[in-house]
């Protein structure tokens, strides 16, 4: 059925596009199954990784679907395509577990903003990436002229977003936004049996405090760090206690 799929398979989860006729292009639908994809993450403590895949071979997303945006009104279009998009790619973007994105082919528009959102990323010597939304009179709306632009050189991006030129695998490597592997996929299964070796909450921090320093949400990334940390001490448990037992707290600094 076409959409997006969530597999769970012990510790390696697996999110694949399945759209075959619109080469994985996203539609509505296909967002609301990838929120309620990374919904079902955030309260899966068994996962330790995540595998983006696609299941067409001839691109890992073409981007959006101009049918399902097209004929929407300006105001729609801000507030129901690019807004709620953006919504679900954040999402994505700040799962606690490490994320790898399995581009077999091209990753296009919306295709490369989803990239973008995963910790790693996998390309096959063939992959090509650009943003074409220019061609079609539009701009990039789900972090393509924002996020994008902490992975790769400012002129990089505004050769795919103004021009339209594609970025093959080689120059993607060079620019530190993906590794090259003629066998995407097993590469990206070889990391995530190697990733689930570590330990899930040192992985869930630093990537925190990486998201912290870049700006990828980086109030909420501070707030969830201090949380943490006061969420780990005795001070905690006794206010709790004292609030459950209507009584004054006798906090000792621990």
Not at 83 to 100: E, S
Not at 101 to 108: D, G, N, P, S, T
């Amino acid at each position: 059925m076409t959409g997006v799929h969530l597999s769970l398979d012990g510790a390696v989860a697996g999110i694949t596009l399945d759209n075959p006729s619109k080469l994985n292009a996203f539609t509505r639908p296909m967002l609301r199954q990838l929120d309620e994809a990374c919904a079902t993450l955030e309260t899966s403590p068994g996962v330790r990784c995540v595998l983006i895949l696609a299941a067409e071979a001839r691109a890992f997303c073409a981007g959006a679907d101009i049918t399902a945006w097209g004929e929407l009104s300006p105001t729609d279009f801000a507030r129901l395509w690019v807004r709620d998009g953006h919504r679900v790619f954040d999402r994505l973007a700040r799962l606690p577990m490490p994320t790898i994105a399995v581009l077999e082919a091209h990753a296009f528009g919306g295709g490369l903003e989803l990239a973008a959102c995963a910790d790693m990323r996998i390309m096959a010597p063939r992959a090509t990436l650009t943003l074409p939304e220019a061609q079609v009179g539009i701009v990039p709306g789900w972090g393509g002229c924002t996020r994008l632009l902490r992975l790769l050189p400012e002129p990089m991006v505004k050769e795919m977003a103004l021009f339209g030129r594609r970025i093959d695998a080689t120059r993607a490597a060079a620019a530190g936004f993906a590794t090259v592997s003629d066998t995407p996929r097993s590469t990206a299964e070889e990391i995530a049996a190697t990733t689930i070796t570590a330990s899930p909450r040192a992985q869930e921090i630093a990537k925190y405090q990486i998201h912290a320093a870049v700006g990828e949400d980086r109030n909420a990334m501070i707030e969830a760090l201090g949380g943490g940390m006061a969420g780990a001490t005795g001070d905690r448990d006794e206010g709790v206690a004292a609030f459950t037992e209507k009584r004054t707290a006798e906090f000792r600094g621990n």
